[in-house]
């Protein structure tokens, strides 16, 4: 059974960094993407980030994009999101998903198309909740 685990989620001040984990287990094939998702109080859940864990081809909406890196340590079956230059919009639980056979090329076209990534994920984490205030 696949399951993810989120961790590192905390406060921070504008401007500071924070690394988030998603400790993964039970994938049973070798191609797969995991993604970083977020979901502020009454707004619909939104995409941050894409990784290929097979090539580690990544991707990044618009609103992270040059201060977020994903990142994949296969050996721990972990995935990273370091946030940088952290902003008071930022502030929102942060999900991780895996989707089997998926090509964050393709989560990429469909953000372009609609900017909704959510539906390209069918595994969940619970989530961790990241606060950016001062």
């Known amino acids: 059974q696949l399951q993810l685990v989120e961790s590192g989620g905390g406060l921070v001040q504008p401007g500071g960094s924070l690394t988030l984990s998603c400790a993964y287990s039970?994938?049973?094939?070798?191609?797969?993407?995991i993604g970083w998702l977020r979901q502020a109080p009454g707004q619909e859940r939104e995409g941050v980030s894409c990784?290929?864990?097979?090539?580690?081809?990544?991707m990044y909406t618009d609103p992270v994009k040059g201060r977020f890196t994903v990142s994949s340590d296969n050996a721990k079956n972990t995935v990273y999101l370091q946030m940088n230059s952290l902003k008071p919009e930022d502030t929102a639980v942060y999900y991780c998903?895996?989707?089997?056979?998926?090509?964050?090329?393709?989560?990429?076209?469909?953000?372009?198309?609609?900017?909704?990534?959510?539906?390209?994920?069918?595994?969940w984490g619970q989530g961790t909740q990241v606060t950016v205030s001062s």
């Open positions: 998903a895996a989707e089997a056979d998926l090509s964050c090329i393709k989560v990429d076209a469909h953000y372009r198309w609609d900017r909704n990534i959510a539906a390209d994920f069918g595994s």
């Open positions: 039970g994938l049973t094939v070798d191609d797969y993407a």
């Open positions: 990784i290929s864990v097979s090539d580690e081809t990544t």
